[in-house]
């Protein structure tokens, strides 16, 4: 199936027809909320931020959702919910544990096995240094890579809930200059940002981040010096990088902006791209 979040609810495509899941009040079991922000899927459920709300699971097998509940910071001993209804990332590990990464809260981690919470705060996890969270993937090697906007990258390995510490090269990491928005890996394991002040690639030799595209570059394609907010590594290697003025594709050393017709004619540069998405035929939405 094909899942496609909106601010209009959840929808399910099948190759034939969609079917549409929103907001009942009259039913407890129904999507909670309909502004969906993102959505990770493990083998048997989907998880789903939504906006000023919380978290949500949908359950395929009963086909049925509901709201993850909130708790105090203070109560981080709770093994029954999260802590922020802010969520930017939320990633899988491979033993289908989920992993919710909470702006300015924490990490709480739900055991698939056991159906309880257990959570990280700065408090209790000494590596946890920046808790201002974007976004989060799960490496091919298990690895989950998590974001702030502090310029802090996270390699956490789910097990023994230790991780590794990266730093961008800038002085102020409370400064702007310091955001990371995305990160996505290639299909052979190179690890990829994007950040206010380009794009980013981790060197496993020298165990950094070094910038493989800066703003200016942008200057030069789209006319002014634009910030990547998200980005994808397709199974070909290429970089697709998107803008609030279009979307940008980086292969083999040159960059190119793509640009959208409609009925022959270029449509206008304020084309705000949020995501882009390879499914397993390796098309391109």
Known sequence: YLWIATHQGLNRFDSQKFIHFSQDSLDANSLPSNEISLFVQTTQDIWISLN???????????????????????????????????????AAD????????????????????????????PENTPWLQSVRFFDAKTAANGHIWA???????????????????HRLDITDLSAKEARIYGISQSSDGEIYLAAYRGVYRF????????????????SLLMGEPLTVRNITVDSAGRLWLSTVKGLA????????????????????????????????????W
């Open 147 to 165: 974001v702030t906007l502090e310029g802090l990258v996270y390699d956490i390995d789910p097990k023994p809930h230790q991780a590794a510490i």
């Open 94 to 121: 491979h033993a289908d544990n989920m992993w919710v990464f909470q702006f300015d809260g924490g990490i709480s981690v739900y055991n698939r096995q056991n159906q309880k919470f257990s959570h990280l705060t």
């Open 203 to 218: 060197d496993a030799q020298q165990n950094k981040f070094n910038r493989v595209i800066r703003r200016e570059h942008f």
């Open 52 to 90: 000023n709300v919380g978290l949500a699971l949908y359950e395929k097998a009963s086909n049925q959702f509901k709201l993850i509940p909130q708790i105090e910071i203070a109560d981080a001993d709770s093994d029954q919910g999260i802590f922020k209804s802010m969520v930017f990332a939320l």
């Open 249 to 284: 594709l980086f292969n083999n050393g040159l960059l190119s902006r793509i640009q959208f017709i409609s009925q022959g004619e270029v449509l206008g540069d304020d084309i705000n791209i949020r995501s882009v998405y390879e499914d397993k035929e390796h098309n391109i």
